[in-house]
């Protein structure tokens, strides 16, 4: 990995200290549009139970929050800066128990089987140690029927071969790509 790659992955891969701080303060502006695109597409209902795996500063989790009023909303990312930062933009939220946000990886997260009905991930899957292991663990935490979405801005660097038959080869069905403004989506869901 050269210096170049390696300055990414801190700011915006794994973010940690300053880089990750700056990188933060880019994400939230610049993927704000794409989470409200992929979060449209998704229809999320008033009551639904979302997590986003990587959510990085917190904007489409503040943009979940809106959309389910009366649903939970939780996050999990491994980076404390993102933690922190999404923690204090989300920090009524948090208060009144609609959002929870841990710090963790998407190939172990700290929660129960079918908690959730979906699960969105935005520019995060291409960071992940090991996204085959990742969606296994998002195909367990889904309640049956639930969704999944992996978003991809041309940032992101993802290509779009190979996405829906990782989401099967996880035990997804009826997974597709869906072009978006900003970028695009897999989506799938848990039968």
Known sequence: MDLGDRILLR???????????????????ANRSFAQEIIALLKVRASERVLEVGFGPGVAIELLASAAPAGKIAGVDPSGEMVRQAAARNAAAIARGAVD????????????DGAFDTVLAINSMQAWSDAPAGLREIRRILTGGGRVALGFTPNSRQPRTGVTEMLSAAGFEAARLVDLRGGFCALAHKP
């Open 11 to 29: 700011m915006f891969g794994r973010p940690r200290g300053l880089l990750g701080r700056l990188g933060g303060v880019i994400l939230a502006r």
């Open 101 to 112: 946000l841990r710090q963790g990886t998407a190939e172990s997260m700290p929660f129960e």
